[in-house]
């Protein structure tokens, strides 16, 4: 299984970029989709899930009301909407999901992740 995130730049603050990760090699195993992301000196943090089968989305208190998580699984692609973006937004961002589901606790844990893209720079700043 390989993810290819991509979508990222470099944007003013209050704008807006899509992030999309499309997944290859990826059987329908149940897990969540996802994207984490690391900012400079910083730990990776937990954005966003999806479930794959109820369709519900997770979000980190700090992005809730501003980025949307989706997917398409036909393509078997997820996307990261993000909207009003601020300069503490500025991370690599990184998608991720895993073999089979978890329990909703877990969703924001890096470290039950089975495959991860290549991360993507996001860049906020006037």
């Known amino acids: 299984v390989q993810l290819q995130a991509s979508g990222g730049g470099l944007v003013q603050p209050g704008g807006s970029l899509r992030l999309s990760c499309a997944a290859s090699?990826?059987?329908?195993?149940?897990?969540?989709m996802t994207w984490f992301r690391q900012g400079p000196g910083k730990e990776r943090e937990f954005v966003a899930a999806i479930d794959t089968w109820t369709r519900r989305p997770y979000y980190a208190d700090s992005v809730r009301g501003r980025f949307t998580i989706s997917r398409d699984n036909a393509k078997a692609t997820w996307y990261l909407e993000m909207n009003s973006l601020k300069p503490e937004d500025t991370a690599v961002y990184y998608c991720?999901?895993?073999?089979?589901?978890?329990?909703?606790?877990?969703?924001?844990?890096?470290?039950?992740?089975?495959?991860w893209g290549q991360g993507t720079q996001v860049t906020v700043s006037s």
């Open positions: 090699g990826l059987t329908f195993r149940g897990g969540p």
């Open positions: 991720s999901t895993r073999n089979g589901r978890i329990n909703t606790s877990s969703l924001n844990r890096a470290d039950v992740y089975d495959y």
